[in-house]
């Protein structure tokens, strides 16, 4: 079964400094990967997505991540963090022929001024 | 750009009330999901409706659930007896295809379900 590890619940860091959230999913065969971003009160927002092709991959916001399959990974990154980028983030796993997406439990992102 | 539309935002109801939750998906896609997020919890699947039909359900979307698209426009999830622990976020989303596609989904900004 599908499954997606958020190993951090919060993370705090300082504006300006380099962000990388983890993520760890479980299925077997080659997975379609997201991150999402909420706001408190608000919806999900897409930030990237790998389906194939080059493992690292661009998303909005400046944020990218990299997937690696060795690993089970699919980590987000952000070389320079806004105070806007406070948010909770989701990565999530879908298979190829599955149309549900599984969400992982979250990491609260608080950033220190 | 296209955008899932939810209504209402926030409903409050009482426990045992029926409620219906309205959903109105990007006019051509064809894959229509629900998701429920208790608050503070992760995001957690309920069921997703193509052509009609249901093609996948959780085990949290039991008979007290429902799903209908009414017309060609709206996408609907019926609760029949509320109780307590259904008060949770519920999201709407929609596909133009299957996720194996570079499409992926359009999620709702939801609507907060509050049991009392």
């Known amino acids: 079964a599908q499954s997606v590890t958020q190993p951090d619940i919060h993370i705090t860091v300082s504006e300006g400094a380099s962000l990388e959230l983890r993520c760890n999913y479980s299925?077997?065969?080659?997975?379609?990967l997201f991150w999402y971003v909420q706001s408190p009160g608000q919806g999900l927002q897409l930030l990237l997505k790998?389906?194939?092709?080059?493992?690292l991959v661009q998303g909005i916001k400046g944020f990218e991540a990299e997937f690696k399959r060795s690993q089970s990974s699919f980590n987000l990154r952000k070389p320079s963090v806004h105070w806007s980028d406070a948010a909770e983030y989701f990565c999530?796993?879908?298979?190829?022929?599955?149309?549900?997406?599984?969400f992982g439990s979250g990491t609260r992102l608080s950033i220190r001024p | 750009e296209p955008e899932v539309t939810q209504t209402p935002s926030h409903q409050v109801t009482q426990m045992g009330q029926e409620v219906i939750l309205r959903c109105v998906p990007i006019?051509?896609?064809?894959?229509f999901y629900w998701y429920r997020q208790i608050l503070g919890q992760k995001v957690e699947f309920l069921v997703s409706?193509?052509?009609?039909?249901?093609?996948?359900k959780s085990e949290i979307f039991d008979d007290q659930f429902s799903v209908e698209r009414p017309d060609g426009s709206n996408f609907t999830l019926k609760i029949r007896s509320t109780k307590l622990e259904d008060s949770a976020m519920y999201f709407c989303?929609?596909?133009?295809?299957?996720?194996?596609?570079?499409?992926?989904?359009?999620f709702g900004s939801g609507t907060r379900l509050t049991v009392v």
């Open positions: 999530a796993v879908a298979g190829g022929s599955a149309s549900k997406i599984i």
């Open positions: 006019s051509n896609h064809l894959y």
């Open positions: 790998y389906f194939s092709g080059d493992t």
């Open positions: 299925y077997g065969a080659t997975p379609y």
């Open positions: 409706f193509y052509n009609n039909e249901i093609s996948e």
């Open positions: 989303a929609s596909s133009e295809a299957r996720v194996g596609t570079v499409y992926g989904y359009t």
